[in-house]
Every structure is written in structure tokens, then in C-alpha cells.
């Protein structure tokens, strides 16, 4: 974590999210890193002819696709995944002759901005590549204010952090099948959300007498529609310090490694090569048994290229996040299920990103179904939304950093303000529980600010065992594996009696018959599941004490209980018509038209097309 130092002046209008004309001054390549940057350009050379015979647009067919896609293959580094089988390899094959350059790059992003300060516009996208890459001007001026630190964190150095925006309405979805496919295979809390984008990070602040202004700033943005922080930010650390050497030459050679990824296979062993560095990871599936990470260790002499193992592709660092606020943990736990609104006021974006996504994970496997924001600054499209006075305050977990926020989100029912979190090893004051109407002045302590009354008391072996952890200079990891197995083991048990009750209102199997319709679930009926708490609550497996039916109450109003109810009513009545077609497939439908009329005949005909239909359409 880099420690922010004083904020540098920043004179010149507001910043202005506009399109700068010009790209950034390409600068020649050092050795280290020149023949992958000279052979982008050569490469790039080749490929623009090539296009030129081909066709016009990206999605244009021409006599020179072939060529195309040869010259790529011949570029192609070997690039190995483990388990790989003789359908991988056709899958590779196909792809080399008929895919459409970048298919592998938006399999894992969407695209790369280069975002700068200009003294007249303010802070620009200089750059965004690949360049058929589509973004609107609502989006670009996004990712032009939220891709900076505010004006008062003056983070000198390289500060990481990640954000979250909405997509432009109106924008058109990409149907990409295979990607659909893979989606189905994730756990819920990673799976896509389709209205939604994250930017991955790298900001560089530092004194240049050469520039007007006396500083260099500028930041390398990864846009992509995966949650996957921890792998993101570890491929932005590989990367980003060499572009701002480098410059453009040395981002399309990136770019072309990316490109030539084997596609995020939930599941699959991946070796991701990327300038010279090979990462291996593995994306978790909805399989998993939850809490374990099942990434393969180095015990096999073919690893011995491997540079970068990542144990976890989302995951941050938990109990670095929540070590201020340890001791409140389990009701910020409470707050989280129950999608109450939420602001984090943190010194930095780093801090404030990593403690709202901390936040997030910390009800995993549960989806957080509500809107959460690791970043955001006063400019945002939805500011107006999320700070009007005129109605509550929204379901939404809100990271800032303009101390504006402290005065214009006083009136919001849960805040915690955090100072600049520790480096691993040392721990912080720990911040008390205060009334909010202590929030008044700019300069308020850290602390969390809430009048909120926990249903459940207070778990006081798993402070013990933290504390004890520091006192022992336990690693952060140690202690993060902890806090992660609490949080797990609370939410398991509050969630089993819940999925009891709801495997309950499925119909027996007894029931489906192939000649009639599905049968429909029972309602889901809260009174009725209340009463089997007595017996199968989560008394059962969690030593807790508190009012467990209070908080079940209150869940069962949450945007969280009606995402989850949702989802898993969606899988049982996918269940149930797999059932019903398994019955239609063992029956003897030759006799029973020998039974019945034509009229009774047809009538079934015509539902089993339509049955057919809804399948091959995904339904």
C-alpha cells in the first residue's frame, strides 16, 4: 500500500471529461523489453496491410482473412493449460482459422484507457485501446473522474485502487454465447452483472520540472466486465510501471498477449503469459466447496516457468480492511446481509475501494444483489440519486474521499470513516461505535457512525483470536483466513435454514406427470417458515446468541433475500422442467397415441415443440 503524502497543487480549470486528440509521445523501448515491443510494431505493420486487402471494419470478411489469422498463429507464443484435451486443442484450431481478432482480449476486457491531466480540459482519455473499442461519452467522462485521486488525496507515487459504473443505457449487449456459458459455471457472487463495468487502476503522481505544471499524472484503467480484483490489479502491477516508460508501443504489445489468453474457463488451470511473465490461476466454480482455494501448487517440473501464482482471482486482503474496525465486524456483517445504505469515507481511493469491497465479500457465498461503488467522487452520473435528501437513502454500499461527502451524506444512517490502513504486522486504534450526530465537523475522528443495534451479540472468541493474532505478529494472510472462515461460518448458518425451507416448497417427484404441465412451486410463506427455526435454526450450527428472528425478518425485506429467492427459484423450475422432459423421454409416446385421440394427440405434439423451443433458446 503506498502511504499518500501531501497533495500536489493542481491549478487549471476542473477536470473535464474529454477526449484529448492526441496520444500520448511514444518514447523507444529499453532493452529489456524492446524485442517485444519492436515485434508488436512489425506485427502491427503486417496486420494493418493485411487489413487493408481484407476489409474495411473489424467485423469485415475479405480474400486476406486467412492470412490474417496465419500471421497471428505464427505470433502466438505456446501457451499451455493444464488438463488440456484434444477438444481444447480443435477449440484452439478453430479459433486460429475463423474468430475474429480480439475475441481473446473481450473475453477477459473490454478495453484499456490511458487517462491524463490537460491544463485546458482537465483530465482526458488519451488513449483507449484496442481503438474499435466502443465507449460513450457518458462512460468516458466516468472513467475520466473516477480514474484520478480527488484534488485533497494527493497520492504522490503509484496508488492502485478499482471502481464500479453503471453502462450507458441505451448501449447494446453483446451476445457472446461462449461467455454466456462460462458465466452459468461461476459462483453467484461472481457471475456478471450486464449493467455494470469495473476499472482497474493504476495511478502514477510524480514531480517532472519538465511539465508545466511540475507533476506527471496519468493513469492506466483496465475496463472489464469481471469482478476479478485481486487478478486485475495483479496484471496492472506487471504492466503499468513499464507503459509509463514506454508508452504505446509497449500497451499493444500487452494488449496482443492478452489477446492470445486462452478464454477464463471456470474450473481450468490457466497459464496467462503477459510481457515476459507467466500467471497462473484458476477461476473458482460454483462446484467449489466455498472457502477453499483450489489453485494447483508448484510440485510439477513444468511449472518451473511459472513467475506468478494467485492463490485468488477476487478475493482482498480481509483482515487488513477490517482491522480498524475489527471489533465491529459482525454488525458491519449484520449491515451488509441486510443491504443497509453504507458510506466508507477513506483517505485515499485505495483504501476506500479495498474496504467497500471487503465489505461485499464478506457475506460470500451470499451475492450482494444491492449497487456498491468502491469509488466515488462528487462528479459521478448518479450523484444527484445517491445524495438527495428528498427520500431515503438508496441500498448502496458508497466509497469516498472528498471530505464534501462528510457533510452531504450526514443525514445517511450508517458511516464509517477509517484513517489510512496499516501496512501488514501493525494495527491501528480501533475505532467506537458513535451517534451520528457527532458527524458534524470535516475533521471528525475515525470511527463508525450509526445508531444501529445489532441483533446478534457480540462473538467474543473470534476477537480474542485476532487480537491474540497481532499480539503474535501473526501475517495478515493468517489472520485473513480467519476472519474469512468466521464470516463464512455465520453466513452458512444463517443461509441453511432458509435453503431448507425453499428445497421444501419443491413439489414431489411423484407429482410430475409427462402429460401435464410442470407443476408449480409453493410460496414462499414467511410466517410458516419462521416456525422452523425452532428446530432446524441456525442454533444448530452456529453458538451465537441474539435475536436470530429479528434479524431473519428484516433480511426477508432486504434486496438480498429477494436476489437470492430469485436466483434459486429460477434453478428449481429449471429443475423441474428437466424433470418433466426426463419423464416425456421414458415414455412409450408411440403406445399412448394409440390410446388417446388426434385431437389429445396434437395438443401434445405442440407442447413438446414448444418445450423443444424453450431449450434450444437457453430457457
Given at each position: 500500500m503506498i502511504t499518500c503524502a501531501a497533495a500536489p497543487p493542481r491549478p487549471g480549470?476542473?477536470?473535464?471529461?474529454?477526449?484529448?486528440?492526441?496520444?500520448?509521445?511514444r518514447s523507444p523501448a529499453p532493452s529489456a523489453a524492446r524485442s517485444s515491443v519492436e515485434a508488436a510494431r512489425t506485427a502491427r505493420g503486417r496486420r494493418m496491410a493485411l487489413r487493408g486487402l481484407a476489409g474495411s471494419g473489424p467485423g469485415s470478411r475479405g480474400p486476406l482473412d486467412e492470412a490474417v489469422a496465419a500471421d497471428k498463429e505464427r505470433e502466438a507464443p505456446a501457451v499451455v493449460v493444464a488438463g488440456a484435451?484434444?477438444?481444447?486443442?480443435?477449440?484452439?484450431?478453430?479459433?486460429?482459422?475463423?474468430?475474429?481478432?480480439?475475441?481473446?482480449?473481450?473475453?477477459?476486457?473490454?478495453?484499456?484507457?490511458?487517462?491524463?491531466?490537460?491544463?485546458?480540459?482537465?483530465?482526458?482519455?488519451?488513449?483507449?485501446y484496442p481503438q474499435h473499442s466502443r465507449l460513450t461519452d457518458k462512460e468516458k467522462t466516468n472513467i475520466c473522474y473516477l480514474s484520478f485521486p480527488d484534488s485533497n488525496s494527493g497520492c504522490l507515487?503509484?496508488?492502485?485502487?478499482?471502481f464500479r459504473f453503471r453502462q450507458s443505457s441505451g448501449r447494446r449487449v453483446s451476445l457472446h454465447c461462449l461467455l454466456d456459458q462460462f458465466d452459468k459455471d461461476l459462483p453467484v457472487y461472481l457471475k456478471k452483472d450486464p449493467a455494470y463495468f469495473y476499472g482497474y487502476v493504476y495511478f502514477r503522481q510524480v514531480r517532472d520540472k519538465t511539465l508545466k505544471r511540475g507533476y506527471f499524472q496519468k493513469s492506466l484503467v483496465l475496463i472489464s466486465k469481471l469482478p476479478y480484483i485481486h487478478f486485475f490489479h495483479t496484471v496492472l502491477k506487471q504492466i503499468a510501471p513499464e507503459y509509463f516508460e514506454k508508452n504505446e508501443p509497449y500497451l499493444e504489445a500487452a494488449c496482443n498477449d492478452v489477446d492470445r489468453w486462452p478464454a477464463p474457463v471456470p474450473g481450468k488451470t490457466l497459464y496467462l503469459p503477459i510481457m515476459g511473465v507467466v500467471m497462473k490461476v484458476r477461476i473458482p466454480t460454483c462446484h467449489d466447496k466455498p472457502g477453499t482455494t483450489q489453485i494447483v501448487q508448484l510440485t510439477q517440473q513444468g511449472d518451473a516457468h511459472i513467475s506468478v501464482i494467485l492463490p485468488t482471482v477476487h478475493e482482498v486482503d480481509l483482515f487488513r480492511c477490517f482491522c480498524p474496525v475489527f471489533l465491529h465486524s459482525q454488525?458491519?456483517?449484520?449491515?451488509?446481509?441486510?443491504?443497509?445504505?453504507?458510506?466508507?469515507?477513506?483517505?485515499?481511493?485505495?483504501?476506500?475501494?479495498?474496504?467497500?469491497?471487503?465489505?461485499?465479500?464478506?457475506?460470500?457465498?451470499?451475492?450482494?444483489?444491492?449497487?456498491?461503488?468502491?469509488?466515488?467522487t462528487i462528479h459521478d452520473s448518479e450523484f444527484k440519486e445517491y445524495t438527495t435528501r428528498t427520500q431515503a437513502p438508496p441500498s448502496v454500499i458508497l466509497g469516498v474521499t472528498n471530505p464534501f461527502f462528510a457533510k452531504t451524506l450526514q443525514h445517511w444512517p450508517h458511516i464509517i470513516r477509517i484513517g489510512d490502513l496499516k501496512p501488514a504486522g501493525e494495527i491501528p486504534k480501533q475505532v467506537k461505535v458513535k451517534k451520528l450526530k457527532n458527524l458534524k465537523t470535516l475533521d471528525s475522528k475515525p470511527g463508525v457512525y450509526t445508531s444501529y443495534k445489532p441483533y446478534l451479540n457480540r462473538d467474543e472468541d473470534i476477537i480474542k483470536q485476532l487480537q491474540k493474532g497481532v499480539q503474535q505478529k501473526r501475517p495478515s494472510e493468517a489472520q485473513s483466513v480467519i476472519l474469512r472462515r468466521y464470516f463464512l461460518e455465520l453466513t452458512q448458518s444463517f443461509i441453511i435454514p432458509l435453503e431448507r425451507y425453499v428445497a421444501s416448497l419443491m413439489p414431489l417427484q411423484k407429482s410430475i406427470s409427462p402429460w401435464k404441465s410442470p407443476p408449480q412451486l409453493r410460496q414462499f410463506l414467511p410466517e410458516e417458515f419462521m416456525k422452523t427455526l425452532e428446530k432446524t435454526g441456525p442454533q444448530l450450527t452456529s453458538r451465537i446468541k441474539g435475536d436470530w428472528i429479528g434479524l431473519y425478518r428484516h433480511f426477508l425485506k432486504s434486496p438480498n433475500f429477494d436476489g437470492w429467492f430469485k436466483t434459486r427459484r429460477k434453478e428449481m423450475t429449471q429443475k423441474l422442467e428437466a424433470l418433466h422432459l426426463e419423464a416425456l423421454c421414458e415414455e412409450d409416446?408411440?403406445?399412448?397415441?394409440?390410446?388417446?385421440?388426434?385431437?389429445?394427440?396434437?395438443?401434445?405434439?405442440?407442447?413438446?415443440?414448444?418445450?423443444?423451443?424453450?431449450?434450444?433458446?437457453g430457457g
Open positions: 480549470p476542473s477536470p473535464a471529461a474529454a477526449t484529448a486528440p492526441a496520444a500520448p509521445a484435451t484434444p477438444e481444447d486443442d480443435e477449440e484452439d484450431e478453430g479459433r486460429s482459422r475463423g474468430l475474429l481478432r480480439w475475441d481473446g482480449f473481450s473475453a477477459w476486457l473490454h478495453c484499456v484507457c490511458v487517462v491524463g491531466f490537460d491544463l485546458e480540459l482537465g483530465q482526458a482519455v488519451e488513449v483507449i507515487g503509484d496508488t492502485q485502487f478499482c454488525m458491519l456483517w449484520e449491515l451488509v446481509l441486510l443491504g443497509e445504505p453504507l458510506v466508507v469515507m477513506a483517505p485515499s481511493p485505495s483504501e476506500s475501494s479495498e474496504t467497500v469491497l471487503a465489505l461485499v465479500n464478506c457475506i460470500s457465498p451470499l451475492k450482494y444483489f444491492s449497487d456498491f461503488r468502491p469509488y466515488f409416446l408411440l403406445l399412448w397415441t394409440q390410446k388417446h385421440t388426434e385431437v389429445e394427440t396434437v395438443d401434445l405434439v405442440l407442447k413438446l415443440k414448444n418445450k423443444l423451443g424453450d431449450i434450444s433458446r
